[in-house]
């Protein structure tokens, strides 16, 4: 899947190949993208299904492991993260539970950050010991935590960066170098940045996962997920997908296809939009702390500057008060929707400690730093003198 010199988008910009990566036509020569919903395909002879079954000949067979749409969309986001190949999935979690389930095996020992997302965590400690993988987890910036912590069985170092809700920075090409010294591969969560922000392989990393749900559609509208790396790490991700079938829908991947191609232009408006707001909730009386990276007092900030071309759409503060406080701001909001998810053009508004987080302990809440009066905000598109009136009702009243 990787560009060759031969083809016209060979050296393109990030721009160029969000809308024209990956685009191939069918016998109608649309001119956008085709939407395949079939499930399966039909062959010529006898002598051609068997020649596509064995994989002797290139070509569609299911659309549980091949489909046009799909393929397209692989090959687009694959084009603008630099990689060599992508295996779409039915949503993130997909992703990551693809990809472990094609690279680890019993006795095997995953490092991860303590602040990735959730269900991840879950996914980890609660699913895949069950078949004797060991995770560790260690504190999101403390390279020699990451250090330690490796054993001679760790295949994987799993990291979120930015992290959710706090906005923790890691720094890639030192967790590339820990994981490299010991024969480990870095995984790289890169669902806050996306490839328009910040290129996890170029700084070293070697897999990459996405929940397309967020930026990579930016409208709330599907869940998908996409693995991807060099081919010699995602032919095993594919032979299982191939095999327990958590594909994506074609319908999804020309959703995302679209969503691709304003990926940039959304990440830096988002970017935009974050900036402005952490900058005036800095200066609000009502606001304790603000945790975004693009802030010069974040500790993350110079990482963020050296990896990220921007710093993202997703900010958390906490308010003076607690649980009560938070929740007055919360509800007080008539714009921003009062949701979990992230990575909608719609600004959304969420308690983490009591949704997100609510299924941790006090004390693991309270070891990851997320405390009762924390907000988070996935900034969208609307404009900030709206987004700020709209916190401003609640904050003005503490
Ligand atoms: C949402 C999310 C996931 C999981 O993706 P789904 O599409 O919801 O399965 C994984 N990682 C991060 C950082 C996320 O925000």
Not at 363 to 386: F, P, Y
């Amino acid at each position: 899947m990787a560009l060759n010199p031969d083809d016209p988008l060979f050296g393109a910009g990030i721009d160029t190949l969000a809308v024209r990566a990956g685009q191939s036509r069918s016998a109608e020569d649309e001119h956008t993208e085709a939407m395949y919903l079939t499930s399966s395909y039909v062959f010529a002879s006898a002598a051609e299904a068997a020649a596509r079954f064995s994989g002797e000949q290139p070509g569609n067979v299911y659309s549980r492991y091949t489909n046009p749409t799909v393929r397209m969309f692989e090959q687009r986001i694959a084009a603008m993260e630099g990689a060599e190949q992508a295996v779409a999935t039915a949503s993130g979690m997909s992703a990551i539970l693809s990809l472990a389930m094609a690279h680890l095996k019993s006795g095997d020992h995953v490092l991860c950050s303590r602040d990735v997302f959730g269900t991840t965590t879950n996914l980890f400690a609660k699913h895949l010991s069950k078949f004797g993988v060991d995770t560790s987890f260690v504190p999101l910036a403390g390279l020699d935590a990451w250090a330690g912590a490796v054993r001679t069985n760790t295949r994987f170092l799993f990291v979120e960066t930015p992290s959710n809700p706090l906005a923790g920075i890691a720094d890639i090409a030192a967790l590339a170098d820990i994981a490299h010294r010991h024969g480990a591969l870095l995984v790289v969560d890169n669902c806050f940045c996306t490839p328009a922000l910040q290129k996890p392989l170029a700084l070293g990393a070697d897999i990459i996962i996405h929940s397309a749900t967020k930026y990579l559609d930016g409208q709330g509208r599907c869940l998908g997920g996409v693995v991807l790396g060099k081919a010699e790490h995602m032919a095993d991700v594919h032979a299982f997908l191939r095999t327990a079938g958590p594909t994506m829908s074609p319908f999804n991947a020309w959703v995302f296809l679209k969503g691709l191609e304003t990926l940039r232009l959304r990440m830096d408006a988002h970017s935009a939009n974050a900036q402005q707001l952490a900058e005036w909730l800095g200066g609000h009386r009502a606001v304790e702390r603000v945790f975004y990276a693009g802030l010069p007092g974040h500790p993350g900030h110079a990482i963020a500057r050296r990896q990220q071309r921007g710093f993202g759409g997703v900010l958390s503060f906490t308010v003076r008060g607690g649980r009560d406080a938070a929740w007055r701001v919360i509800d007080s909001a008539r714009i921003l929707s009062l949701t979990a998810n992230l990575g909608d053009v719609k600004s959304t508004i969420v308690h983490p400690a009591t949704t997100t987080h609510g299924r941790l302990s006090e004390a693991e809440r309270e070891q990851a730093g997320i405390t009762q009066n924390l907000i988070r905000v996935s900034v969208g598109l609307e404009d900030i003198a709206d987004i700020q009136a709209d916190l401003a009702r609640g904050l003005d009243s503490l």
